[in-house]
């Protein structure tokens, strides 16, 4: 069918939320009784990454929950590994509590007008297509499988990916990484081409090209690029994936090291009443290759790095960085009487990724920044 008509239903829009975070270690606040790790069933090679996972399992008269949540094991940047897990955990944390909500509401509403109420469903599980090692030139790539139901005839699946580079200092991997300059021409021509091959099974016309943050993964020696449900074809199709062949050689990407560096003098910051040191913004993250603009309808400053995103509101303590959830840090952004916006100094440490430290003797803030992570 080469109609473009689109039949989304907003209830299931309304929850995907997509998000993830940085607060793997405090399980305490999120944990479900019924989450318990269990082994993952991963086959694997000598000296790659390993996977175990936790469930959660739950059911009500509002909700159905069968979650189970992948742990990176293994990988040489412990610190990355610790991020990348929180990151992952708070996700999925994020999408059960969004649902809850929604289901609660739902089944009130329901109730209220007397209509018959289908529980809310969400189900997430994981791949691990490739698990690093020599075998894998060290690329490791998970893929996370989300399925939401909020009534109606089907439910809506979300894919999330995560692709590492598997080294003593760890980093993303990007599209361009695997298929070099002009990898998006190369993309494009490919997708365009299989969908030639079978027009009936998409959107005429819908395929613009892909994102600057497409969704992918890799999977022997392929890089496979992932769209969402009725982005470019009919629900039947579910998430489209077009293989991508790459060079054997280009699956080793040895990204260049861009070290953005920036000290901050001790009369440039200041501690707030509950001991948090806050630090300007702008001069920091423009320093750290950053670009700021200042939103002032949302009363909000926006950072924005290649694909990279993030925003801190005005008296908002809650923080993020592209499909991170939210988390606070203690202080909401300010600004002082010299007009500019203070944030915690975690904010560069734990959202931007950034190395912080302090002289001793002077009380400098050393602040740099390797652009690959």
């Not at 909500?101 to 329901?110: I, P, R, T, V, W």
């Not at 490739?130 to 699946?157: E, Q, R």
Request: net charge negative.
């Amino acid at each position: 069918m080469k109609s473009s008509i689109k039949l989304l239903s907003l209830g299931i829009a309304s929850c995907l939320l997509i998000s993830g975070s940085q607060a793997f270690a405090n399980e305490s606040q999120q944990k479900s009784p019924a989450a318990q790790p269990v082994p993952a069933t991963v086959n694997v090679h000598p000296n790659s990454v390993q996977l175990t996972s936790k469930t959660v399992q739950s059911k009500t008269d509002e909700m159905v929950i069968d979650v189970t949540i992948p742990v990176l094991e293994g990988l040489k940047d412990k610190k990355y590994q610790e991020q990348l897990n929180d990151t992952i955990y708070q996700q999925i944390m994020e999408d059960q509590a969004a649902l809850e909500k929604e289901a609660k509401e739902a089944a009130d509403f329901a109730k209220e007008k007397g209509y018959e109420f289908r529980p809310f469903e969400l189900k997430v599980t994981y791949e691990l297509k490739s698990s690093g090692g020599p075998a894998n030139s060290d690329i490791v790539s998970l893929k996370v499988d989300t399925y939401i139901y909020t009534g109606g005839a089907n439910g809506m699946p979300r894919v999330d990916t995560y692709n590492v580079m598997d080294k003593e200092q760890a980093s993303r991997i990007e599209l361009e990484d695997l298929l070099g300059s002009g990898y998006k021409e190369k993309a494009d021509t490919f997708i365009r081409q299989e969908i030639a091959q079978d027009p009936d099974m998409y959107f005429e016309d819908e395929f613009t090209g892909i994102s600057d943050n497409q969704t992918f993964y890799i999977e022997d020696g392929h890089v496979v690029v992932v769209f969402g449900k009725y982005e470019i074809a009919p629900g039947a199709a579910g998430t489209p994936e077009f293989r991508i062949p790459m060079d054997r050689n280009a699956t080793a990407p040895q990204p260049e090291v861009k070290q953005k560096e920036f000290t901050l003098e001790p009369d440039q910051a200041y501690t707030d009443n509950n001991g948090i040191t806050m630090v300007p913004l702008r001069v920091i993250a423009e320093n750290l290759g950053y670009t700021v603009e200042w939103n002032n309808e949302q009363r909000q400053a926006e950072l924005s790095q290649g694909a990279q995103w993030t925003a801190v509101q005005l008296g908002n303590d809650r923080y993020f960085y592209n499909k991170m959830a939210p988390v606070t840090l203690g202080a909401a952004p300010v600004i002082l009487e010299d007009q500019k916006m203070y944030v915690p100094l975690d904010f560069f440490s734990k959202i931007i990724r950034a190395e912080v430290s302090t002289e001793e003797t002077t009380g400098a803030i050393h602040i740099s920044l390797d652009a690959n992570k």
